[in-house]
Nanobody
Framework: QVRLVESGGGLVQAGGSLRLSCAAS????????MGWYRQPPGKQRELVAE???????NYADSVKGRFTISRDSVQNIVYLQMNSLKPEDTAVYSC????????????????WGQGTQVTVSS
């Protein structure tokens, strides 16, 4: 089991910044990737950014150049630095961890945090 606890959401004006944090605990040695997803009001959840254990990163086109994902592998914390925020960034942001298992065969399981609200006012 992997447990995820997020923090850092809130209300910010357009053009402002926020930093989200997600602390993982439990079987963190199984984690192969961590990332952030968001669900805007009335829309489906979408990938914002993710980072693998090898250090590679992937961003949604809508946040490239504005958001940065980083990971502290020692403390098992992943951060999402969000700059130049726009009203369309308003959403519930959820942390995700993908963990690997080997029995009875190799498979991966996704874990989710409780979500944190980010609201960007115009």
């Amino acid at each position: 089991q992997v447990r995820l606890v997020e923090s850092g959401g809130g209300l910010v004006q357009a053009g402002g910044s926020l930093r989200l944090s997600c602390a993982a605990s439990g079987s963190t040695y199984r984690i192969v990737a961590m990332g952030w997803y968001r669900q805007p009001p009335g829309k489906q959840r979408e990938l914002v950014a993710e980072t693998s254990s090898g250090g590679s990163t992937n961003y949604a086109d809508s946040v490239k150049g504005r958001f940065t994902i980083s990971r502290d592998s020692v403390q098992n914390i992943v951060y999402l630095q969000m700059n130049s925020l726009k009203p369309e960034d308003t959403a519930v942001y959820s942390c995700n961890a993908r963990a690997k298992y080997f029995t009875p065969r190799y498979y991966e399981n996704d874990y989710w945090g409780q979500g944190t609200q980010v609201t960007v006012s115009s």
